[in-house]
């Protein structure tokens, strides 16, 4: 009768061990992927204010560039190409946010 208890006992504990650490792994692993996505979400509003600011650059020197020239054919030219170079840089990864050209 006794020998039941303690082995019931012993189990019981063993389980209650077991799940503890089971609960601090899943804790763990939560904490590391909330972690994780914390730091891509600040790379990204990195990112996205880099592309902004290239943005707001390209879109000055257009406006420059059409107030300088004569043309309009070539004024629209010098503008879409600009607006090309904004969305190819809103898909591409940065590798350098100070790169403005």
């Given at each position: ?12 504990i063993a389980a209650v061990v077991l799940l503890l650490l089971g609960v601090g792994l899943i ?75």
């Open positions: 009768m006794w020998i039941k208890t303690i082995v019931f006992i012993l189990v019981g804790a763990v692993v939560l904490i590391w992927f909330w972690n994780h996505g914390r730091y891509k979400m600040g790379l990204m509003e990195k990112e996205l204010e880099g592309d902004v600011r290239y943005s707001v650059h390209r879109a000055k020197k257009a406006l420059k560039k059409i107030e300088r020239s004569p043309l309009l054919k070539e004024a629209m030219n010098f503008y879409w190409v600009s607006v090309k170079k904004i969305i190819k840089r809103f898909f591409t990864k940065n590798n350098h946010e100070d790169n403005e050209t």
